[in-house]
């Protein structure tokens, strides 16, 4: 899968939740792919007029894995005041030299009360 397919499907990432306040937050948090040397950098944007926690979550697939190969699950919770941003990455260190990609990537974002 291409870095450019990746950052598509991360792009449409959604909240998981149906609830209200999710779907507001849904609309006020931005998450902005951008490709790296090392895997996918990831730029979260608190838009929003409460601070915000938001976690991030994708897997990992290395060249050569085989539908016995166990998931290599990831995930990064960041926390993020009003008018805030962060860059994370979502790396394929656990590939080694091999050719990765990353995949069943998701983020939800909620209102810290």
Not at 29 to 46: D, F, I, Q, Y
Not at 80 to 100: D, F, N, Q, T
């Amino acid at each position: 899968m291409s870095i450019a397919v990746l950052c598509a499907l991360l792009a449409l990432g959604a909240s998981l939740s149906t609830s209200h306040a999710a779907q507001a937050v849904s609309e006020c948090v931005k998450v902005e792919p951008e490709a790296s040397a090392r895997g996918m950098a990831l730029r979260v944007r608190n838009q929003c007029e409460f601070t915000v926690r938001c976690e991030l979550r994708w897997s990992v697939r290395c060249e050569d894995d085989t539908a016995e190969t166990p998931e290599r699950p990831m995930s990064l919770e960041v926390r993020l005041a009003p008018s805030h941003a962060r860059e994370v990455l979502a790396s394929g260190e656990a590939c080694g030299e091999r050719l990765w990609e990353i995949a069943d990537d998701v983020w939800e974002c909620k209102e810290m009360r």
